[in-house]
């Protein structure tokens, strides 16, 4: 019986997924965020890096390869709360239907800060719904860092990615795990390989990942260089996005990911991870 991978291939998995090669008797699909964690809830694909939050809301029935993540430490880029007035003053955010994890870490941050603003989920560009109604727009993936880089770009030689302002055009915008960051001092975990705990992958794609994400790290540039061009932003900007990636989940991420499933998720059952290579 095949396999079934589903993949969010947003550019941050670029050097992971580009040059994976997958073993025989592995078949894979793609899409957005919600599509591959419902894809994978109702057992349509095998395993899926899915967001974060639905492995903690599942983990009864879900388990998570050990050293695969989507996380970051401080400023992410594309994951933005675009905005028209300070945050304590916000009313309406639209929120983007592709995404779980964005959502709930926005929750967990307004939470934190006693704001209840009204959530909507409602489609389009952050500028043109800033412009219609919404004082908060919510965006994800290669669409959030392109809007993000309209808005506070461009680059010049003083204005690094390190140093750019967080407004431009009239939007500020907040990136949510820099929040985050400010809030615990963490690391942020969007993104793990889930898959159902009595469908483990076969130990051959695990294998051919970890192949694949050792040579697209090892040619950022060349990954950075191909996707500034799909995304039709500079070179520069992809490839700090991208190194700027923790794709290895290690002590750190596990850590913020524990405490984002305490606030997020309080009563969920103990996350479950197989084993590392060389464990046991
Ligand atoms: C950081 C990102 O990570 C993605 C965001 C997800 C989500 O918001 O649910 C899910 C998977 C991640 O790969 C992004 O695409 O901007």
Redesign the pocket.
Known sequence: MTYRAGW?H????APILDSLELPPGVSAITG???Q??AALLAGEVDIA??????FIRHADILEALPDFS?S?LGP????NLFHTRPLEDLRRIAL?A????????LEVLLRERGLSPTLERAEGEAEELLSSGYDGVLR???S??REWYRVVGPLTAERTMTTLPDSGRGITVTDL?EDWFRLTGHPFT??VWAYRKDRPPPPELVQAMRVARRHGIGHLADVATRHAALLGLPERVVQHYLWN?RYHLEAPDRLGLQEFAAKAVPHHAPLSFGQRPGEG
Request: without cysteine; negative net charge; charged residues 5%.
């Open positions: 969010i947003f550019t941050n998995v957005v965020p919600t591959m964690n890096n899915i967001s974060a939050v639905e989507v970051v992410v880029y594309s994951v983007t592709q995404s779980a994890m964005s959502v709930a870490l994800i993936g290669d959030a860092l795990a969007f993104a990636f």
